[in-house]
């Protein structure tokens, strides 16, 4: 008897200490001391990843969007509509003097689902660490459980329901594409640059969180080209927004659409 009660209270507490790690938030991003965007991106190299892009959203010079992966984000995310997973992103604000990373584990089990990798998440995240420093987790955060299943309410698209840009693509025009990442399934993720009007969105809900951009699309090995629900994206970027702020930019979703659709070729 003693053993049964024995071996009931460690499944109890088993079930407990899983339930409380879903219940517990993760945090979409980490702050780091700050550095330029060269200094930033030379950090980066050095800790073994490689340099995609560096880029300004809405042409706001002052806002550095460094683009990396590495070869354990690129074998995560080659599996079927996981290529949006194989990047990080480090935002430099040279007006605001911040620096501001992507946390892999957020954004992995976010786009991985059930493909999520616990260990893809945590060597990227010791990378990004032995590059940029200290790593301190923002406000900005979901429940760890809830992530992989994220929609912002009901009736609004999840990560799967992706917007179908084109059948048949070739790629991005090269006046529009910022990188083009091949991925081991014969995908490829690329960079877009949809132009002011469509990235200005940042100005009405936070300009702290331009890593949102630049935009990406995969294009899968069928030539189909898909990007992340704008509605799925926007709201899983900014996770402290309330229906009310996100009304203020509720012509962005369709904007951001049609500036892909008119990217892929």
Not at 1 to 19: D, E, G, N, Y
Not at 45 to 55: E, N
Not at 114 to 137: E, F, H, I, R, V
Not at 186 to 197: D, F, Q
Request: hydrophobic share 45%; aromatic share 10%.
């Amino acid at each position: 008897m003693s053993k049964m009660i024995s071996k009931f209270m460690l499944l109890l507490s088993l079930t407990l200490l899983a339930s409380a790690a879903l219940q517990a938030k993760e945090s979409a991003y980490f702050s780091a001391p700050y550095a330029d965007a060269k200094t930033v991106a030379s950090k980066l190299k050095k800790a073994g990843f490689d340099l995609l892009t560096t880029y300004s959203p809405a042409k706001k010079d002052y806002l550095k969007v460094v683009v990396v992966t590495n070869k354990t984000l690129k074998s995560a995310a080659s599996k079927k509509q996981r290529g949006f997973a194989a990047i990080q992103k480090v935002l430099v604000n040279t007006k605001a003097k911040t620096v501001l990373t992507t946390n892999p584990t957020y954004w992995l089990k976010a786009f991985l689902q059930k493909d999520y990798n616990a260990n893809a998440a945590s060597s990227t995240a010791k990378a990004l660490k032995s590059a940029l420093g200290t790593l301190t987790p923002t406000k900005d955060a979901l429940k760890a459980g809830d992530l992989a299943g994220y929609h912002f309410m009901l009736g609004m698209p999840y990560y799967q329901d992706m917007e179908l840009l084109k059948k048949g693509a070739k790629g991005i025009k090269a006046k529009k594409k910022l990188f083009a990442l091949k991925l081991a399934n014969g995908s490829t993720l690329y960079g877009v640059k949809m132009g002011k009007a469509a990235e200005s969105f940042i100005s009405t809900i936070g300009e702290d969180k331009a890593l949102v951009l630049p935009y990406t699309v995969l294009i899968c090995k069928d030539g189909n080209a898909y990007t992340l629900a704008p509605k799925y994206y926007l709201a899983i970027s900014y996770p402290l927004l309330t229906m009310g702020e996100f009304m203020k930019i509720s012509s962005a979703p369709d904007t951001i659409v049609r500036a892909l659709k008119k990217a892929v070729q």
